[in-house]
C-alpha cells in the first residue's frame, strides 16, 4: 500500500529517442549552418567596421 505525500517528488517523464524525421531535420539544420557560419563571421566585420567610420565621425566634428 502506498501513501501519496505532497512532498513526493514526481518522477521524470521518460524522453522518446528522436524519431527519423527529426533526426534528419537536425542533420540538415546542421549542413546549412556550417557552410554559412564564416558569412555571420564577415558580416560581423563589416559592421564593425561601419561603428568605427561612423564614431569616428562624430568624434572628429567636436
Request: zero cysteines; charged letters at 20%; a positive charge.
Amino acid at each position: 500500500m502506498t501513501v501519496d505525500s505532497p512532498l513526493a517528488t514526481p518522477e521524470p517523464p521518460k524522453r522518446e529517442a528522436p524519431n527519423l524525421l527529426a533526426r534528419v531535420l537536425i542533420i540538415f539544420g546542421y549542413m546549412m549552418a556550417i557552410p554559412l557560419f564564416p558569412f555571420a563571421i564577415r558580416i560581423v566585420q563589416e559592421y564593425e567596421r561601419g561603428v568605427i567610420f561612423r564614431l569616428g565621425r562624430l568624434v572628429g566634428a567636436r
